[in-house]
T-cell receptor, first 115, second 113 residues
Framework: DTGVSQDPRHKITKRGQNVTFRCDPISEHNRLYWYRQTLGQGPEFLTYFQNEAQLEKSRLLSDRFSAERPKGSFSTLEIQRTEQGDSAMYLC?????????????FGNGTRLTVT | DQQVKQNSPSLSVQEGRISILNCDYTNSMFDYFLWYKKYPAEGPTFLISISSIKDKNEDGRFTVFLNKSAKHLSLHIVPSQPGDSAVYFCAASPSRGGFKTIFGAGTRLFVKA
């Protein structure tokens, strides 16, 4: 168990630019989640995958956000035309199981700063 | 629409004493509840969980209590240690409609030596 890996750890970009983050889950985990966390708040659900299928997206996820999980392995989260309000910590998590009782294993996040 | 609420942003406790962190939820579809602990510059790590069919779950110094009728859960840490100083998130998952986990805003625990 090497844990959930996220890359990069930090990203500074100018408003209007596109950014892409990568997440490598724990290898045997079939579910992968993206969350966003801002200062003083808990992780906020964005989207999740079961294997390669994206099963749910938050209403908070605008059309500028897109996530993929090709072949059910790693995942990417892309933000197009970044805005200052996109500045946050983006957390990836994975879990294994068929039911609801599967705790999430989080990576250390990618901190995005939009200037 | 805050479905999971942690109304205390911070809590300070003396080493050796009990820490009690509280959490309320509004969605009756939640049936699996978890506590996560977060240190600075790290992602949250799973601490303890409880299913809605139970009212108590214990793991070493950590005990979670669930009161379904009040839609309230609490985490007890006994005895508290300085290494327990962290942000604690309460979280909940529904039994239907997907497997997403909803988090509270967190409570920062300070354990003083």
């Amino acid at each position: 168990d090497t844990g959930v890996s996220q890359d990069p750890r930090h990203k500074i970009t100018k408003r209007g630019q596109n950014v892409t983050f990568r997440c490598d889950p724990i290898s045997e985990h079939n579910r992968l989640y993206w969350y966003r966390q801002t200062l003083g708040q808990g992780p906020e659900f964005l989207t999740y995958f079961q294997n390669e299928a994206q099963l749910e997206k938050s209403r908070l996820l605008s059309d500028r956000f897109s996530a993929e999980r090709p072949k059910g392995s790693f995942s990417t989260l892309e933000i197009q035309r970044t805005e200052q309000g996109d500045s946050a910590m983006y957390l990836c998590a994975s879990s294994y199981g068929q039911g609801v009782d599967s705790p999430l294993h989080f990576g250390n996040g990618t901190r995005l700063t939009v200037t | 629409d805050q479905q999971v609420k942690q109304n205390s942003p911070s809590l300070s406790v003396q080493e050796g004493r009990i820490s009690i962190l509280n959490c309320d939820y509004t969605n009756s579809m939640f049936d699996y509840f978890l506590w996560y602990k977060k240190y600075p510059a790290e992602g949250p790590t799973f601490l303890i969980s409880i299913s809605s069919i139970k009212d108590k779950n214990e793991d070493g110094r950590f005990t979670v209590f669930l009161n379904k009728s009040a839609k309230h859960l609490s985490l007890h840490i006994v005895p508290s240690q300085p290494g327990d100083s962290a942000v604690y998130f309460c979280a909940a998952s529904p039994s239907r409609g997907g497997f997403k986990t909803i988090f509270g805003a967190g409570t920062r625990l300070f354990v003083k030596a």
